[in-house]
């Protein structure tokens, strides 16, 4: 459902940067992706992402690799990363796993407003298939809608998912998580958990390293 709700959004999608905005940029700074060497992005979207870090965050010999399963943001993202062609690539992931990279092949694993869209069991399966990927001393970083903290954020999250188990695709098929709970002790360590409200709706920051 995911890959025909956002080929048809397409640019939309940015529309709900004014609320992602704060998550995401803590997520830059938690994330230290400042000091990141080679990075894989689950559900690039638009490429709005990738272009910010490959034009202001990210070191000058730091590679980018997305990939999304809607080819329409797939086209849309290639557009934005154009203009870095030996540093950027992305991928069409077509909804299947393992993800197209070699082990231990990134040092950050960003998943920005994707993994409120997934199932528990095929979350829970992304996240093993993350802990592949990264390499020692990597970080797996992630925000996601989630349940909010303040009584008007409870009311938005409670609001929003009641649209869901209705008409998911009115809210882009996401739902509030708690994507910390989906974490298996024994293979990541959480260096940072936290949640940001913006416009109401709250979001969850998670950073975590996998443990060898």
Same mark, same amino acid.
């Given at each position: 459902?995911?890959?025909?709700?956002?080929?048809?959004?397409?640019?939309?999608?940015?529309? #709900?940067?004014?609320?992602?905005?704060?998550?995401?940029?803590?997520?830059?700074?938690?994330?230290?992706?400042?000091?990141?060497?080679?990075?894989?992005?689950?559900? /690039?979207?638009?490429?709005?992402? %990738? =272009?910010?870090?490959?034009?202001?965050?990210?070191?000058?010999? %730091?590679?980018?690799?997305?990939?999304?399963?809607?080819?329409?943001?797939?086209?849309?993202?290639? =557009?934005?990363?154009?203009?870095?062609?030996?540093?950027? #690539?992305?991928?069409?992931?077509?909804?299947?796993? *393992?993800? *197209?990279?070699?082990?231990?092949?990134?040092? =950050?694993?960003?998943?920005?407003?994707?993994?409120?869209?997934?199932?528990?069991?095929?979350?829970?399966?992304?996240?093993?298939?993350?802990? =592949?990927?990264?390499?020692?001393?990597?970080?797996? /970083?992630?925000?996601?809608?989630?349940?909010?903290?303040?009584?008007?954020?409870?009311?938005?999250?409670?609001?929003?998912?009641?649209?869901?188990?209705?008409?998911?695709?009115?809210?882009?098929? /996401?739902?509030?998580?708690?994507?910390?709970?989906?974490?298996?002790?024994?293979?990541?360590?959480?260096?940072?958990?936290?949640?940001?409200?913006?416009?109401?709706?709250?979001?969850?920051?998670?950073?975590?390293? *996998?443990?060898?």
């Amino acid at each position: 459902m995911a890959a025909r709700v956002y080929d048809r959004i397409g640019l939309l999608q940015d529309t #709900q940067a004014p609320i992602e905005r704060r998550a995401v940029e803590r997520l830059i700074t938690v994330g230290r992706l400042r000091e990141a060497h080679a990075v894989f992005e689950l559900g /690039c979207g638009t490429g709005a992402l %990738a =272009r910010r870090l490959l034009a202001d965050v990210l070191p000058e010999d %730091a590679s980018y690799v997305g990939g999304d399963v809607s080819s329409r943001m797939v086209q849309l993202a290639r =557009r934005r990363v154009a203009p870095w062609p030996q540093r950027a #690539q992305v991928v069409d992931l077509h909804g299947t796993l *393992p993800l *197209p990279r070699p082990d231990r092949s990134a040092d =950050r694993f960003i998943a920005a407003y994707v993994f409120d869209l997934l199932e528990p069991a095929y979350t829970q399966q992304v996240l093993d298939d993350a802990h =592949r990927i990264l390499d020692e001393g990597g970080l797996l /970083c992630v925000s996601s809608l989630t349940w909010g903290r303040s009584p008007s954020s409870r009311m938005v999250a409670n609001a929003w998912m009641a649209v869901w188990r209705r008409a998911p695709r009115l809210v882009g098929g /996401c739902r509030p998580i708690r994507i910390s709970d989906f974490l298996n002790p024994t293979k990541w360590q959480v260096e940072e958990n936290e949640v940001i409200e913006s416009w109401g709706v709250p979001s969850e920051i998670l950073v975590a390293a *996998p443990v060898p």
